[in-house]
């Protein structure tokens, strides 16, 4: 069974820094994009930041320029470093594993999810 591990969120007032870390444990032959999608109170699921296995990223509009993606093929692992953190970034952050690869086929995988409230 694969599962994707998050840690890393928590409070912090704005202007302020976080780094999420999720890692993906289980049988796994390779793991192609991995990404960071967040969920507000009333609003629908969107992409934060997404990274190929060969290190090609993709940011959302809102983000750019605050966050980085990031990640450790070797560990599994991929990072979300987000600086100038403001109100509008609280919500749930979760990590998504595409085309994971398996003894039993491709799957798509995603985290539990860590809270990122951002206030003062």
């Known amino acids: 069974q694969v599962q994707l591990v998050e840690s890393g969120g928590g409070l912090v007032q704005p202007g302020g820094s976080l780094r999420l870390s999720c890692a993906a444990s289980g049988s796994i032959f390779n793991i192609n994009a991995m990404g960071w999608y967040r969920q507000a109170p009333g609003k629908q699921r969107e992409l934060v930041a997404s990274?190929?296995?060969?290190?090609?990223?993709n940011y959302a509009d809102s983000v750019t320029g605050r966050f980085t993606i990031s990640r450790d093929n070797a560990k599994k692992t991929v990072y979300l470093q987000m600086n100038s953190l403001k109100p509008e970034d609280t919500a749930v952050y979760y990590c998504?594993?595409?085309?994971?690869?398996?003894?039993?086929?491709?799957?798509?995988?995603w985290g539990q999810g860590t809270l990122v409230t951002v206030s003062s």
């Open positions: 990274i190929t296995t060969t290190g090609s990223t």
């Open positions: 998504n594993a595409d085309r994971v690869l398996t003894p039993s086929g491709y799957l798509e995988v």
